[in-house]
């Protein structure tokens, strides 16, 4: 089941890539910007970096547009990079989540953890720990002894409220 999960793990990411490839190809083609397509790559590649991220290609790229004298190409580079910002943020928790069968939140936490813990290769570990974990959770049966744990707990402290 580790394995399903990983390489499902492997296939979100995936996902993401093409996604992000698609939409910086799309964007940079729509403001006329020389090598779309392997400024488009850099992009996605660089997109899985959080501290670079889409910043570190669509900056110079709005920066290279104002120097040419494109003014309608620099908007449209500082609009494409927020909109594609936007999008990425709703919908990678989503695609994680399917795909690491997590709830869009948890894969949200684990991928916040992971960066806080290991920096840039936690946007990658967090959510495979998340899973790692989970996994051995439900193997050893965990899982159903904690919320056992926590209803005789809740119970507790309901009827002393009451």
């Known amino acids: 089941r580790l394995f399903s999960t990983l390489f499902r793990t492997i296939g979100g990411y995936f996902l993401l890539l093409v996604i992000t490839y698609l939409l910086a190809l799309v964007s940079l083609v729509a403001i006329d910007m020389p090598y779309a397509v392997v400024l488009a790559l850099v992009a996605a590649v660089l997109d899985f970096l959080p501290v670079l991220g889409l910043s570190a290609t669509f900056i110079p790229v709005a920066l290279y547009m104002a120097v040419t004298g494109n003014v309608v190409g620099t908007v449209g580079a500082v609009v494409a990079l927020v909109a594609m910002t936007v999008i ?31 920096g840039l290769t936690g946007f990658l570990l967090g959510p495979v720990l998340m899973v790692i974990i989970t996994e051995t959770l439900a193997q050893f049966q965990f899982d159903r002894k904690l919320r056992t744990w926590f209803g005789r707990l809740l119970d507790q402290v309901s009827v002393t409220k009451e």
């Not at 990678?92 to 991928?111: D, K, N, Q, V």
């Open 88 to 118: 990425r943020r709703f919908i990678e928790p989503t695609i994680l989540g399917s795909a690491l069968r997590m709830h869009p939140m948890a894969t949200l936490f684990s991928i916040l953890v992971g960066i806080a813990l290991f």
